[in-house]
Nanobody, 124 residues
Framework: DVQLVESGGGSVQAGGPLRLSCVAS????????WAWFRQAPGKEREGVAA????????YYTDSVKGRFTIFQDNAKNTLYLQMNSLKPEDTAMYYC??????????????????WGQGTQVTVS
C-alpha cells in the first residue's frame, strides 16, 4: 500500500522559514507526480507545488513562487517543501499527495489518489 507521512509543520513568525517533509513508501513508479496541497479553514484545497518525478519539472502556484521550493531526496524517498518568507496567509493544513500522473499543460493534474494525513502550518 502507498503511504505518505508528512512532518515539519508548526508555528512560525511571519517572514520565517519552515521545511515540510513527506516520506513515501509502497510504490516503485518510474514517473509520477508528487505534490503539496494546502487547505485553510473555510477555503478550498489548493495545489501549492508539484514535481514531476522522472521528468524533471516543477510547478508552483503563483502565490508561492520565489518563496517556496519543492525538491526530493530519492535515497530517502522523501519530498520536501522549503518555505521561506512565510506570510499569515500561508497558514493552512498542508498535505502531501502522489500518483502516476503525467505532466499536462504545464503542471500535474489534481487527480491524486494517495494522500498523507497532513501537517499544520501556522504563521503569525
Amino acid at each position: 500500500d502507498v503511504q505518505l507521512v508528512e512532518s515539519g509543520g508548526g508555528s512560525v513568525q511571519a517572514g520565517g522559514p519552515l521545511r515540510l517533509s513527506c516520506v513515501a513508501s509502497g510504490f516503485t513508479w518510474s514517473t509520477y507526480c508528487w505534490a503539496w496541497f494546502r487547505q485553510a479553514p473555510g477555503k478550498e484545497r489548493e495545489g501549492v507545488a508539484a514535481i514531476y518525478v522522472g521528468g524533471g519539472r516543477t510547478y508552483y502556484t503563483d502565490s508561492v513562487k520565489g518563496r517556496f521550493t519543492i525538491f526530493q531526496d530519492n535515497a530517502k524517498n522523501t519530498l520536501y517543501l522549503q518555505m521561506n518568507s512565510l506570510k499569515p496567509e500561508d497558514t493552512a493544513m498542508y498535505y502531501c499527495a502522489a500518483d502516476q500522473l503525467g505532466w499536462v499543460r504545464g503542471r500535474c493534474p489534481d487527480e491524486y489518489n494517495y494522500w498523507g494525513q497532513g501537517t499544520q502550518v501556522t504563521v503569525s
